[in-house]
């Protein structure tokens, strides 16, 4: 799977736009020393993010394939050189107008790119965005056939509906796929578009009226479907009324550079913040300052016994503090009426951190209470 094209036409965050780990400025290099850095599927997530779309769930999405037409005549009217160029400026101008609403790349397959929308970056107008950003693309290969001379076209579906979001086929993160009747869909009016348009599924089409031309609805067969689809096949120079999605509501600055909380979750693990679950890593933190808070009991030298319970209790601070940030981010999230829903995995991992945190505090109160009473009551 290659990576995203990078793209000066997108725009970037600075900061990730679900748990606000700094993306852009001097402070983004302390992340990137731990291995934080802008994800490859959307640059304006921090790829801590999007182990969360990894670890795997039912979404409802909106989802996008677009072709390059013309492409096999394309390669042999002028060579596979000539071809790799403009499929190469094709799927970067591409990248920039998903990337400019809010989509998850979910991959490059050749010429084509296929693109998700309300997962992980949730929007009440997904569709919509979907839909803006298929205008767009049209309007950039008008601006690709000035550049290379020749025609350059796109055939663009969009079908909406829930899907399964995760790993398939490997551990690799970067191995994450949406399967489902809807991406089925999506992929069937992509092949039946002609070069210029975009055909959407009746149930997108209903979401986003108030944006478009009244486009009356056509039965079209497609394979792999029992019963003919109602469909709409938007016409090629289609443009959306005013009142469409804003293109990048989330890239205003933040107040404060810098701040504790998104730090200490990159530096746990946190798979989404805005799920308020911390990462394994801070699980193993979670327990390693149970075991260092309990074998102070088993030491006389206080010289092992402070650092021991010093140790507990910073480990038991950071990750109670991490808990308690993310938790503040989702309930931001919630107030607009976005949230993201956690796996799983996630739940059990917040729970162990949890469940670590406390008895770590417990037996560090056993262990002082232990430690007084000892020497206010001394053995005969």
């Not at 790119?113 to 008008?142: K, W, Y």
């Not at 490997?170 to 089925?184: L, M, P, Y």
């Not at 730090?263 to 260092?292: I, R």
Request: glycine share 10%.
């Amino acid at each position: 799977m290659a990576d995203i094209p990078a793209s000066h036409e997108a725009p970037l965050a600075l900061h990730c736009v679900i748990c606000g780990t700094p993306l852009g400025g001097p402070v983004s290099l302390l992340f990137r020393l731990f291995g934080v850095g802008r994800s490859f599927r959307n640059p304006n997530l921090c790829s801590r993010c999007n182990t969360h779309v990894a670890e795997g769930d039912v979404k409802n999405l909106t989802v996008l394939f677009a072709d390059l037409s013309g492409f096999t005549l394309l390669t042999g009217a002028e060579g596979a050189g000539r071809a790799f160029e403009v499929a190469d400026a094709f799927l970067r101008m591409s990248t920039a107008a998903l990337v400019r609403h809010g989509a998850y790349i979910d991959k490059y397959v050749g010429d084509a790119v296929m693109a998700l929308f309300n997962a992980p970056i949730t929007f009440e107008d997904h569709a919509a965005r979907a839909v803006a950003s298929a205008v767009e693309i049209h309007e950039g290969c008008q601006e690709l056939e000035s550049r290379f001379q020749r025609p350059v076209r796109s055939s663009i579906g969009i079908a909406a509906g829930s899907a399964r979001v995760g790993r398939l086929g490997s551990e690799d993160a970067r191995d994450v796929t949406a399967i489902g009747q809807s991406v089925n869909l999506a992929a069937r009016l992509q092949a039946a578009a002609s070069a210029g348009q975009t055909v959407l599924a009746h149930e997108v089409y209903q979401q986003v009226t108030a944006l478009l031309p009244d486009v009356p609805p056509e039965a079209v067969t497609l394979k792999g479907f029992p019963e003919p689809v109602q469909v709409h096949r938007l016409p090629s120079g289609t443009k959306l009324k005013k009142g469409g999605p804003r293109i990048s509501p989330y890239f205003e600055r933040r107040h404060g550079a810098f701040t504790v909380g998104p730090l200490l979750l990159s530096l746990l693990g946190a798979p989404c913040a805005a799920a308020a679950f911390l990462g394994s890593s801070a699980v193993a933190l979670g327990l390693g300052s149970l075991l260092g808070a309990s074998a102070g009991a088993f030491f006389d030298d206080w010289r092992i016994r402070i650092p021991l319970l010093m140790f507990a209790g910073l480990g038991t601070v950071a990750n109670i503090y991490a808990l308690w940030y993310a938790r503040r981010v989702r309930a931001g999230f919630l107030a607009h009426g976005r949230a993201l829903a956690p796996s799983f995995g996630e739940r059990m991992r917040k729970w162990l951190v949890v469940a670590a945190a406390m008895v770590t505090v417990f037996a560090m109160a056993l262990e002082v209470f232990a430690h007084h009473f000892l020497m206010h009551h001394p053995g005969p």
